[in-house]
């Protein structure tokens, strides 16, 4: 079993910044995938960002050149830095974790992108 708690979001003006937080129960390191996620009223859940065992990340074409994704291994601890934020990123954002084949989810925090 892996629990993952999120945490960062909140209510920004647009061409703010959020950095959202996501830590695991046990060491990252073992997991075969992680991601970013998030899902809009009314519409479906979209990948965010996607990061591979070996560190590399994708972003969805949307969020391109404004967010990023970083690691804290000895925290086990994943980042999605969120930059020149837009009203239409308004969504909870979820933490995904693949661990030998099975997924996991965080709870989920609530980004808010408004003037």
């Known amino acids: 079993q892996v629990q993952l708690v999120e945490s960062g979001g909140g209510l920004v003006q647009p061409g703010g910044s959020l950095r959202l937080s996501c830590v695991a129960s046990r060491s990252i390191l073992s997991f075969n995938a992680m991601g970013w996620y998030r899902q809009a009223p009314g519409k479906e859940r979209e990948l965010v960002a996607g990061i591979t065992s070996g560190g590399s990340a994708n972003f969805a074409d949307s969020v391109k050149g404004r967010f990023t994704t970083s690691s804290d291994h000895a925290k086990n601890t994943v980042y999605l830095q969120m930059n020149s934020l837009k009203p239409e990123d308004t969504a909870v954002y979820y933490c995904?974790?693949?661990?030998?084949?099975?997924?996991?989810w965080g709870q989920g925090t609530q980004v808010t992108v408004s003037s």
């Open positions: 995904h974790a693949r661990v030998f084949g099975m997924n996991y």
